[in-house]
């Protein structure tokens, strides 16, 4: 009974929310460039003022992560993300081809339904609002039910900064009772027009199942290679940072090592002295049991945690100072939950014959889990990284950087963003990192340039022209003709 009226409760104040926004989009939708600039910045520029309190919030909340990486993250998600598109024109006339006669206009998508994961769900709050007011939608946010009160508290402060800065009021929404009902409401409702996914496999599922236009976050599963002619040691160094970084909570950082048998034991030496501990296969098989749910979904109790918290968890001894947990795999699937997405600091590890077999296992490791996704290669070899580019089923092939840091953008030139498309073969409707350009409409004004009979004139003319390919004779005859006719 108690939950039903928490459903009731929840739909409910969806539909006012949205009825809200959708008021507040057709305002936005009537501002200039510089009003929604305006907004843009006070947003951006509030997320950043308070990035250590929310940080800390969301780390106490949820249990995951690390506070101090959070206040990064937020940083990234306002001053990066509002750095990247400040500059962006994304209201009224956008292009004019005067030569060709046509026109592009910017269209807001409307009323936008953001899903924030519990695993960056300040930094998420942030940057899905700088994307959709810089294109004059409004925004109603499902908050994870784990992450609520951080939710809550960021869209409260970056609501504030908005509306001084003229934002209309309901633009930056957020439901304060997320049940299931409420957000699969969110997502089917006809003045919802496109929904930005973020968050477990069920949610992104579920979003697209819902008839909203949806653009969602497949599963990462990112293997690295470190093919034998990378620097070794900072090829290591880059791993190491970008798995401890959030303890693992951004879907783009590392899940397993691919080496060449030659290059192996350098490679174990180094991470064993950057605090990489290699799992004896006991310690391996132990831990093995807490990475994934009974229902084959991944395990919150790991995710986000040290790996102190890890080996306690596992019952596992393991030595001072260690950053990361290894373990030699040889086999990828469902049920190996090495071979699978893990957003916490635990690494597979495999080894094979050739750079050709490295590629092969990446590919595998792929379509088992994270296809569309993001991988990493270290290499000085610039015709092997070619070869990885033309092969590989992700969206985003990084070189020589860290997972996390050069799948958002933080790295690499990159879209800054903080929602990662994994195309069509991720089951996603984009492989970009989501920018504001993936929230709005072109209007094409197009003007005629010709005319019916000017499309009659390209076909042929006169009966005697239409030839025949193959008959030679007649095409030769045919060009003397012509030539005769223009002396
Ligand atoms: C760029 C980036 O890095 S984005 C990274 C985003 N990736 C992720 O977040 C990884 C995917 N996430 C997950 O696998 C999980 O959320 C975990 C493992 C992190 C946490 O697991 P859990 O705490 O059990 O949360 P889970 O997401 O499974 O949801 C718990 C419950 O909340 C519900 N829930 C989740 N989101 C919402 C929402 N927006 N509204 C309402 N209910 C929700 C779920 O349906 C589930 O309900 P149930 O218990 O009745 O089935």
Redesign the pocket.
């Known amino acids: 009974m108690e939950a039903l009226d928490k459903d009731l409760r929840s739909i409910q104040e969806v539909r006012n929310l949205i009825k809200n926004a959708k008021e507040a989009q057709a305002k936005l939708a009537e501002m200039s460039q510089e009003q929604i600039d305006k907004i843009v910045k006070a947003i951006a520029d509030a997320g950043y003022e308070h990035r250590e309190k929310l940080a800390k919030m969301a780390n106490e909340e949820t249990g995951?992560g690390r506070w101090q990486d959070k206040i990064i993250k937020n940083a990234f998600a306002s001053k990066q993300v509002y750095e990247s598109m400040k500059d962006m024109k994304t209201v009224g006339v956008l292009k004019e081809d005067k030569v060709n006669k046509i026109m592009e206009v910017a269209v807001p998508v409307g009323v936008v339904a953001g899903?924030?994961?519990?695993?960056?769900p300040t930094s998420?709050v942030i940057y899905k609002t700088l994307i959709a007011l810089k294109t004059g939608n409004s925004i109603v946010f499902?908050?994870?039910?784990?992450a609520l009160k951080s939710i809550l508290e960021t869209v409260k402060v970056i609501n504030e900064a908005a509306k001084q800065a003229g934002c209309p009021d309901g633009a930056i929404a957020v439901?304060t009772v997320?049940?299931?009902q409420?957000?699969d409401q969110l997502m089917k409702h006809k003045d919802v027009a496109l929904i930005l996914a973020?968050?477990?496999?069920?949610?992104v599922k579920a979003a697209y199942s819902s008839g909203t236009p949806a653009i969602g976050?497949g599963?990462?599963n990112g293997p690295a290679f470190i093919e034998k002619s990378a620097n070794i040691p900072l090829s290591v160094k880059r791993i190491m940072d970008s798995k401890t970084f959030d303890n693992g909570?951004?879907?783009?950082s590392e899940q397993s090592v691919v080496v060449e048998a030659c290059s192996k034991d350098a490679v174990v030496a180094e991470f064993k002295k950057q605090g990489g501990y290699f799992l004896s296969t006991e310690e391996a098989a132990q831990l093995g049991k807490f990475i994934m749910r009974a229902n084959g979904?991944?395990?919150?109790q790991i995710?986000g945690k040290s790996v102190d918290h890890i080996a306690k968890l596992a019952n596992l001894q393991i030595p001072a100072g260690t950053r990361v947990l290894l373990a030699e795999e040889t086999r990828v699937g469902h049920n190996v939950p090495y071979s699978r997405e893990k957003?916490a600091p635990i690494l597979a590890f495999y080894t094979e014959d050739s750079w050709e077999a490295a590629c092969e296992r990446c590919i595998e490791i792929l379509n088992g889990e994270g296809a569309g996704h993001t991988m990493v290669i270290h290499s000085e070899n610039e015709e092997i990284v070619r070869q990885f580019a033309l092969k590989k089923p992700v969206s985003r092939l990084l070189v020589n950087t860290s997972g996390t840091l050069g799948?958002?953008g933080a790295t690499t030139a990159l879209v800054p963003a903080?929602?990662?498309g994994c195309g069509a073969v991720g089951g996603s409707s984009t492989s970009d990192n989501i920018s504001p350009l993936n929230l709005m409409n072109i209007r094409r004004v197009a003007y005629g340039l010709k005319e019916l009979e000017d499309l009659v004139e390209q076909a042929p003319q006169t009966k005697e022209e239409v030839i025949d390919p193959a008959n030679a004779e007649q095409l030769i005859n045919m060009i003397v003709k012509r030539i005769l006719a223009e002396m």
């Open positions: 995951f899903l924030i994961p519990s695993t960056n998420t499902s908050p994870h039910p784990n439901m997320p049940t299931i409420g957000t973020t968050g477990g496999t069920a949610m976050v599963p990462g909570t951004i879907c783009a979904t991944m395990n919150p995710v957003l799948g958002i903080l929602t990662l």
